[in-house]
């Protein structure tokens, strides 16, 4: 499959052949429909998270379609569209079981922890917990550009803000946030 990919930090970002990923026994490969680029792929790029491992393939805001199955994927088959949160948990430790996934901590996060979405196919873990389902008239390159900036938005404002009906919030910044 084809893929942007970078060989050291801070160095140039070039198109080519790498080999195509296998779906975990939980997990699934998208095939990417649409994938974003935010200052998060700039950090990794650039050298500021450790989880990076070169070569890299960069992405973490995407949305596609499923192309192959893990076996212990329940909830999932391929042809399903998709997208996914910037934060994949495992649905398994202490943070997850309270709702917290999100704060897992076993996270992975694609484009960081492994190969992202800047690419035909992408492999995603634990598919069961943190595939979120698409509808059909909902663009890819939409959909891509909810994951990273909805999530935490939209954390932000009920999670940790607790904000309710009637309410009013003041945003101070720019960007997808």
């Given at each position: ?11 140039p ?11 975990a ?7 990417v ?27 973490h ?5 499923v ?6 994927v329940?909830?999932?088959?391929v ?12 649905g ?12 897992c ?9 492994h ?13 069961d917990?943190?595939?979120?389902a698409?509808?059909?008239?909902l663009?890819?390159?939409t ?14 404002v009920?999670?940790?803000?607790r ?12 960007g997808?946030?």
């Amino acid at each position: 499959m084809r893929a942007l990919v970078f060989e050291e930090f801070g160095g140039p970002l070039a198109v080519r052949s790498v080999p195509e990923p296998d779906p975990a026994p939980d997990g699934v490969v998208v095939r990417v429909g649409a994938s974003g680029i935010c200052r998060s792929d700039w950090h990794g790029w650039s050298g500021h998270d450790p989880d990076v491992v070169l070569p890299h393939v960069p992405g973490h805001e995407l949305a596609g379609t499923v192309a192959a199955v893990g076996d212990r994927v329940r909830n999932w088959a391929v042809g399903d569209r998709v997208t996914v949160p910037f934060v994949c948990a495992c649905g398994r430790c202490a943070p997850c079981r309270e709702g917290a996934g999100q704060v897992c901590l076993a996270q992975t996060q694609p484009g960081f922890t492994h190969w992202g979405s800047l690419a035909e196919l992408v492999a995603l873990d634990a598919a069961d917990v943190n595939l979120v389902a698409l509808p059909e008239q909902l663009p890819f390159g939409t959909a891509a550009s909810l994951g990273c900036r909805f999530a935490t938005a939209f954390r932000a404002v009920t999670g940790v803000g607790r904000v309710r009906p009637g309410e009013w919030v003041a945003v101070h910044g720019c960007g997808g946030v």
